[in-house]
């Protein structure tokens, strides 16, 4: 098809993403058209209420029955005008892919622009899409698959437990943590044919102790320190742990759950809506210990 330029002079920032006045080029809709602008010597345009648009123009052609305006497209798929929300955008909503010099595909930068029309007595209508001139429409995938592959990404961590062997006592703090960082990248990968870049951030630990007792704590703990912060206490206050009351064998069982956030150009990150993600879970088998006093002779008595 053959490449439409509609030149517009584009409003400032209706999006945090959108940074400075461009002109525009047309995208085709369902609903519009290639057309020759009438004198123009073979000037592209789209065809809004039977005329051929000049995007020169402020404002398309109007008539005494319809109205017309221009909205910013948001990732949510509402409309935009003056930087307040007006109503939504028609179905399948490019996003426009900067062009960086020399012609390459760069960072997506902005959702597209809409023409929106209306009757009297009826609701906005969408007529036609287009991205800035400097860029070119891409399919960016949805939240929900980039929530998805995030999920499957995600790594299981794994339970530390201080002590050289899988036991404890009973009524002495067993010190636990999860052996992870509290922020990690999941790299690279390819959703819906778009490098999608993945990064998680600790929310919280759920911890089921084996003996019926659970807890969540905030951050991963801290791994043990048997030279630089030992700890002689029954319970040790810069560590986390949990206190059997009772002997047996236990199984402990970890998961977390992560704040994920995604990028489309390595570079500027947003947060994944719909809360935290989980990853799967671990464990490991504990065996807890009963302890007795037992005196016994001095040997120099």
């Not at 969408?126 to 995938?141: A, I, L, M």
């Amino acid at each position: 098809m053959a490449r439409r330029v509609i030149r517009v002079l584009l409003g400032i920032a209706f999006v945090a993403q959108l940074s400075a006045m461009l002109p525009a080029a047309a995208l085709p809709s369902s609903n519009a058209q290639d057309c020759i602008i009438a004198g123009s010597g073979g000037k592209h345009g789209v065809i809004l209420n039977g005329i051929c648009v000049d995007g020169e123009s402020a404002t398309p052609p109007t008539s005494p029955s319809i109205e017309y305006r221009r909205v910013a497209c948001t990732d949510t798929g509402a409309a935009l005008l003056d930087g307040q929300v007006v109503g939504r955008c028609g179905p399948n909503v490019p996003r426009c892919k900067l062009l960086a010099e020399g012609g390459q595909s760069g960072p997506v930068f902005v959702n597209a622009f809409e023409y929106q029309s209306r009757k009297p007595g009826q609701g906005w209508q969408n007529e036609s899409f287009w991205c800035p001139q400097t860029q070119v429409p891409v399919v960016v995938p949805d939240a929900a698959t980039i929530r998805d592959r995030a999920i499957r990404l995600l790594p299981a961590v794994g339970i530390g437990l201080a002590g050289p062997s899988p036991t404890t006592l009973v009524n002495i703090q067993t010190l636990l943590w999860a052996r992870t960082g509290t922020a990690r990248s999941l790299g690279q990968v390819m959703v819906v044919g778009q490098p999608v870049w993945l990064k998680i951030v600790f929310d919280h630990a759920a911890w089921d102790f084996g003996d019926g007792v659970r807890a969540s704590s905030a951050v991963p703990g801290k791994a043990y320190d048997d030279v630089g912060d030992r700890c002689a206490q029954v319970l040790c206050p810069d560590y986390y742990g949990h206190v059997y009351r009772s002997a047996g064998p236990v199984r402990i069982t970890l998961v977390v759950s992560w704040t994920a956030s995604y990028s489309l150009d390595a570079a500027h990150f947003q947060q994944l809506a719909g809360g935290p993600i989980t990853g799967p879970a671990a464990s490991t088998a504990l065996t807890v210990r009963q302890a007795r006093a037992v005196l016994v002779p001095n040997p120099g008595d």
